[in-house]
């Protein structure tokens, strides 16, 4: 089997996108914002039923995976999902597997 050839960026984007998906609380508040659309830490906070501050650090981690964004209206920050970076995440590992796959038969 010949050597994947996978670039330090890209090594680094993958770990990022993995290591904010490993928590349980992260994939629960992807999962409140993908169904709302869009949500406010107030709103976050109720619908995962833990602090404030708690919701804000981990929002603070998938915002640095890229996986939400957040558009600010004054002293209001909505957070919604990166679905095209998520999709592109998703495609390209999904590449990557495909190249694995196919050195494997």
């Known amino acids: ?28 508040i992807l999962l409140a914002l993908v169904q709302a659309g869009e949500m406010t830490v107030t709103e976050l906070t109720r619908a995962v039923r833990v602090s404030q501050p708690l919701v804000s650090w981990h929002l603070g981690r998938l915002r640095a995976a890229g996986l939400v964004q957040v558009e600010r209206d004054g002293r209001i920050a909505r957070y919604s999902v990166a679905v095209d970076k998520i999709r592109r995440l998703l495609s390209s590992f999904d590449e990557l597997l495909a190249t694995i796959s196919s050195e494997e038969k």
């Not at 050839?5 to 609380?25: C, G, H, N, T, V």
């Open 1 to 28: 089997m010949k050597p994947l050839r996978i670039s330090p960026e890209q090594l680094r984007e993958y770990a990022r996108f993995f290591y904010a998906l490993k928590d349980p609380l992260r994939l629960r």
